[in-house]
């Protein structure tokens, strides 16, 4: 892979990475159409990353579907899938990590401890390895996608981070490898976690500059519906995600939110 990177921006092309943890969805294959329409080489990476994990969480459940994923990619266009094995990400027990610090730390950070540690280090060996122009990152993630552009611009890499905007079920839901594991009464359930962003933003709409209001709001939508229990909603700057004292065009909305044993996290820009 590094070898074919290197003769391929020899010969002046330009390579996009969609680095993913493969269980395909059209989420992913909107980022490959926005990399086909942008680079001349398309990379989608295949690779569930132990690091970013913790010790009670899924890594061993996480969905897999390789062949599934392999015809995904031919049918959408992608020149190359990289989907490297543990042992060669990380030959040895990991000792070296790439930390950001600060925003690592907050909402998902607070409640993942070394998550963002696991996924800054996984994505600047893919960036060193794939040696893409661009990189593609959804939105859904987001706070993954600030932590990646802090990373790149901390560590001067080569590399431009595009974020597109999440693609969501026909109810709202944002696509998710992970919605795979709701049951039906989840599933059903799960479209209000897109319900409680947009009550929130209707109620800013309308006047509401109290960011608490907004919260309120977000928590009164979400524990209507049984069996969703909260981990967070939050009010911040796009940049920093620092909270915000007064609601403001150019802020996130943030929810992350329980269904049994199955964890969602999803976000709002406003506008």
């Known amino acids: 892979m590094q070898s ?5 921006r020899k010969q002046g092309k330009a390579i996009g990475l969609v680095p993913t943890m493969g269980f395909l969805h059209e989420g992913h294959l909107s980022l490959v159409r926005d990399a086909r329409h942008a ?7 295949i690779f ?6 913790g010790p009670n969480e899924d890594l061993s459940r ?7 994923d392999r015809k995904k990619c031919g049918s959408s266009g992608v020149d190359i899938l990289f989907m490297p094995a543990d042992k060669e990400m990380y030959p040895e027990k990991p000792t070296v990590f790439v930390t950001v610090e600060g925003i690592s730390d907050i909402l998902e950070g607070e409640i993942r401890p070394g998550h963002f540690r696991g996924v800054a280090t996984v994505v600047a060996k893919l960036l060193h390895i794939v040696k893409p122009n661009k990189a593609f990152f959804g939105q859904k993630d987001f706070q993954q996608c600030v932590v990646i552009k802090r990373m790149v611009k901390g560590l001067n890499m080569d590399v431009d981070i595009i974020v597109r905007p999440t693609v ?4 709202g839901l944002a696509m998710s490898s992970r919605n795979s594991y709701l049951k039906a009464d989840e599933r059903h359930a799960a479209a209000v976690l897109y319900r409680a962003l947009f009550a929130a933003r209707d109620l800013y709409t309308a006047g509401a500059k109290e960011p608490e209001k907004l919260k309120q709001k977000m928590r009164a939508v979400i524990l209507a519906e ?10 911040a700057d796009p940049e920093t995600l620092a909270p915000l004292d007064t609601a403001r065009d150019n802020m996130i909305l943030l929810v992350a939110a329980r269904l049994g044993k199955t964890r ?3 976000n709002l820009l406003i506008p």
Not at 226 to 235: F, K, N, P, S, T
């Open 39 to 45: 680079c001349d080489i398309v990379v989608v990476s």
């Open 168 to 171: 969501r079920e026909p109810d």
């Open 226 to 235: 049984q069996g969703v229990g909260i981990d967070y909603v939050e009010v």
């Open 48 to 53: 569930v990353n132990p690091t970013q994990f």
């Open 62 to 68: 996480y969905p897999r579907d390789i062949e599934g």
């Open 264 to 266: 969602l996290i999803d």
């Open 4 to 8: 074919f990177s290197e003769l391929l």
